[in-house]
Nanobody, 118 residues
């Protein structure tokens, strides 16, 4: 069972940047799709960005042009570069992965808190 561990969250001022990392305990080569979700207090968990094994990416409209998702299979790590952060980006960010091209994400991290102050 592969475990996912996020890091890189913290407190940042609006307009600042953070880079989140998600390190897997094993190879991520078999993960067809990996993604980042976020959940703000009192809200549902929403997809922020995803990336396939072939490098195709998908972003929520709210983060397009500001966030960049990437994966390094050699380091078994998924990244989320977040620039021009806004207070509304404040949430717990979760890393997720699945083996199949479609369907539910099977593996989840514990989450890392991102707080953007105005």
């Amino acid at each position: 069972q592969v475990q996912l561990v996020e890091s890189g969250g913290g407190l940042v001022q609006a307009g600042g940047s953070l880079r989140l990392s998600c390190e897997a305990s094993g190879s991520i080569f078999s993960f067809n799709v990996m993604g980042w979700y976020r959940q703000a207090p009192g809200k549902q968990r929403d997809l922020v960005a995803s990336i396939t094994s072939g490098g195709s990416t998908n972003y929520a409209d709210s983060v397009k042009g500001r966030f960049t998702i990437s994966r390094d299979n050699a380091k078994n790590t998924l990244y989320l570069q977040m620039n021009s952060l806004k207070p509304e980006d404040t949430a717990v960010y979760y890393c997720a992965a699945r083996v199949l091209r479609f369907g539910r994400y099977e593996y989840w991290g514990q989450g890392t808190q991102v707080t953007v102050s105005s």
